[in-house]
């Protein structure tokens, strides 16, 4: 989301992640499964989510973020659009709605635990009450540092009924503006801050303490080396993400606030089965094109 029609930056990107899924090692076990073989689609997830339910587990599979995680990436790895060229909302096709209504059963069937909007289900994980997490994988390096748990990371579970699949999650994280109009002296400033905060040493150590993805070949070759490959390995995992036939969405649900909110809100009425997935998504998008509608057409929004 940092580029224009035209593929130019407009933002530097400087620490991004992406989704990944988290394992815990220790409940794996527990149920008898392999933990160095996570599942890789969604409907190996639900019977690993079976199979840990059998085995007592309280909590198989929780999420962070569920706009971000599943309307945005669920969409774009598995070649969903949320929009259309027009900026129109669209994330209420076939491959959204399966997903949606999956996660509801997962639900009414103890698979799937709601902790909310943001991030509880990253600290509940961290405690090792759940088995699975979808979260950003920047949560790696505070999980590694933390040692409360044996975990695993592996890529984000995709349909393998859906025709391409899986192709990109998408990057999201922090990036550097600069105004325009400076003079030749703070033009200069600038350029030394982002050599600086792009320099291998920087770069390193904000994938270290952070755990975001490294933004050049340099700090990625470092970040490679023996000497970090036990810290960083399962940043491998995000960056393979990244790699894949290009989704780039012209608009993000997570990143339109009042959008995502509104998302939000329907995807919760869906996990306490006060809707289906399908009206629960269609209410979605309308409600969210009624609410950018003033945005795109240049009209002051009343009220």
């Not at 209420?92 to 709605?97: D, E, F, M, P, S």
């Not at 090792?128 to 990371?153: H, I, P, R």
């Not at 399962?234 to 339109?256: C, D, E, H, N």
């Amino acid at each position: 989301g940092l580029t224009d029609s035209k593929g130019r930056l407009f933002a530097l990107p400087v620490a991004f992640s992406t989704p990944v899924l988290f394992i815990n090692k220790d409940l794996f076990r527990k149920a008898g499964l392999n933990p160095d073989a996570p599942p890789k689609t969604w409907f190996q997830t639900q019977e690993v989510a079976g199979k840990l339910v059998d085995a007592g587990v309280s909590c198989p599979f929780t999420t962070s973020w569920p706009a971000l995680v599943h309307v945005d990436n669920l969409s774009a790895w598995n070649g969903g659009e949320v929009s259309d060229a027009k900026g129109k909302l669209t994330f209420n096709g076939l491959l959204q709605i399966k997903h949606v209504a999956m996660l509801a059963t997962w639900h009414k069937a103890k698979y799937f635990s709601y902790f909310g909007r943001r991030d509880e289900a990253d600290r509940r994980f961290a405690s090792g009450e759940c088995a699975m997490l979808t979260s950003s994988s920047w949560l790696y390096s505070s999980l590694n540092e933390q040692k409360s748990v044996d975990f695993g990371v592996a890529q984000l579970p995709y349909h393998d009924d859906v025709y391409g699949a899986p192709k990109n999650t998408l990057a999201d994280g922090l990036s550097l503006w600069a105004g325009h109009g400076m003079k030749r002296d703070e033009t200069r400033a600038v350029a030394r801050f982002v050599n600086y905060i792009l320099g291998p040493e920087v770069q390193l150590q904000m994938t270290v303490a952070g755990g975001f993805l490294p933004m050049t070949s340099v700090a990625r070759a470092a970040a490679g080396s023996k000497l970090l490959k036990g810290e960083v390995a399962a940043l491998q995992v995000s960056y393979g993400q990244l790699q894949g036939r290009a989704m780039t969405p012209a608009l993000r649900v997570s990143q339109t606030d009042r959008v995502r909110l509104i998302v939000e809100e329907e995807l919760e009425a869906v996990w306490e089965n006060r809707k289906p997935a399908k009206e629960a998504l269609d209410h979605a998008v309308r409600r969210g094109n009624a609410v950018m509608a003033p945005v795109a057409t240049g009209k002051k929004r009343r009220g």
